[in-house]
């Protein structure tokens, strides 16, 4: 099964791109959430970063302190790459094992207009996944979602109420290498706008 990548800074609408496909019946997978999951669900995940971090990460009920874990890594590169060397391992093996069912699920089916009259195909979110070599070697396609600065700054301050100063610098932390990207969906306008633009670039993708 073809795997699409989407990928897109703060406030580009990625996030929303994926609502548009999951709508239609694309199978998506989010690499946030998945990860979220996987702290609640799989204890030996859990148990190697609190071994990696030499302390608890469970609150009395016996959930996950994600606030605590937080405060560990914040403005420490070096403990963000020892936690990320322990998670996204794990993550890349849940989304093999999830694209495996949808291979299953979807053996024998033909083009559709819900594949925007194409083959079943699956879509993997991730802001950082242009940067991490396990992730695109099972990628076939790239899409970028983007829009202008200040579209972009404008909808992150009005969705999470965060000073313009702050996104900016966020902002700053994130590069995307374009000679990776096969698309560019552009998301200036409003929805209708997005999915019209979301159409035009899957119809128009080589694969």
């Excluded at 979220?36 to 669900?41: H, I, T």
């Excluded at 590169?77 to 794990?90: C, W």
């Excluded at 996944?129 to 992730?135: G, T, V, Y």
């Amino acid at each position: 099964m073809i795997t699409i990548a989407l990928t897109g800074g703060i406030g580009s609408g990625k996030s929303t791109v994926c609502c548009i496909l999951t709508d239609r019946g694309i199978p998506v997978y989010d690499t946030d959430s998945a990860a979220k999951r996987l702290y609640v669900s799989d204890d030996s995940l859990l148990d190697s970063v609190e071994e990696a971090f030499g302390c608890g990460l469970r609150l009395p009920d016996g959930s996950f302190d994600r606030q605590k874990l937080s405060s560990i890594v914040f403005s420490s590169p070096e403990k963000l790459r020892t936690l990320e060397g322990i998670v996204h391992p794990a993550v890349l093996k849940d989304f093999i094992r999830w694209k495996t069912m949808l291979e299953s699920r979807f053996d024998g089916v033909g083009e559709s207009d819900t594949f925007y009259g194409r083959k079943p195909f699956c879509v993997i979110e991730s802001a950082i996944i242009l940067d991490k070599e396990e992730f695109m070697a099972e990628v076939d396609k790239v899409i970028l979602v983007n829009a202008s600065l200040q579209t972009r700054l404008k909808r992150a301050c009005s969705r999470d109420g965060t000073d313009p100063g702050q996104v900016i610098r966020r902002m700053a932390l994130q590069n995307f290498d374009i000679s990776k990207v096969d698309a560019v969906i552009r998301n200036d306008g409003d929805i209708k706008d997005l999915e019209k633009e979301v159409s035009k670039v899957f119809h128009s993708l080589n694969f």
